[in-house]
């Protein structure tokens, strides 16, 4: 894979650059812009946005490995990210994360065969009250919460995921 901007990309590059006081205050933005370009943020693409951004790779990696909305693997067409954090842990969510693990096949961190589904345990995602819950994360862009599981709703919501995916073509880094 090339690692390049598009031309559009580059664009939104160039944009949000100049928002910034420094390129460094821009590595977060940019990090997003890579990731919905490239599907993945590889170590190739962690080269590529230091050397746009003319910082050092250090801290490239540093921020692409500490929050875990940048995927540091190729991710299927949906991916759940499971909320663990102290709510979602209290009400169950390490039995769903078991749970979903059973049903798809893989472990955490894993992708389906076919492409479908990637499994992540990720932190607090702002819907505490409703714990426990994952986001689905759409390889068309769009995010999905789903909230107040137990195995008989995570077993409705694959479902539902199972019917939508037929209709989104697998992401071009999983062919
Ligand atoms: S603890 Fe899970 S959403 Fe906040």
Not at 6 to 24: G, K, M, V
Not at 78 to 104: F, K, P, R, W
Request: proline letters at 5%; aromatic letters at 10%; glycine letters at 6%.
């Amino acid at each position: 894979m090339a690692v390049e901007f598009s031309e559009e990309a580059e664009a939104t590059f160039q944009d949000l650059i100049s928002r910034y006081p420094n390129n460094l205050a821009a590595m977060l933005p940019v990090l997003h812009l890579a990731q919905s370009e490239f599907g993945w943020i590889s170590v190739e693409v962690m080269d590529y946005v230091a050397n746009r951004l003319d910082v050092h790779p250090t801290k490239v990696l540093n921020a692409a490995t500490f929050y875990t909305m940048y995927n540091k693997q190729p991710i299927g067409k949906c991916h759940i990210q499971v909320c663990t954090t102290l709510s979602c842990a209290l009400m169950g969510g390490y039995e769903i994360i078991d749970y979903l693990e059973d049903t798809l096949g893989i472990r955490v961190g894993e992708t389906t065969p076919d492409g479908r589904f990637t499994l992540s345990e990720v932190e607090c995602l702002a819907s505490c009250g409703t714990a426990p819950m994952f986001q689905a994360s759409f390889c068309d862009g769009e995010i999905e919460y789903f909230e107040n599981l137990d195995a008989e709703r995570v077993d409705e919501v694959l479902k539902e995921l199972n019917e939508k995916l037929e209709a989104l073509p697998l992401p071009k880094d999983m062919h």
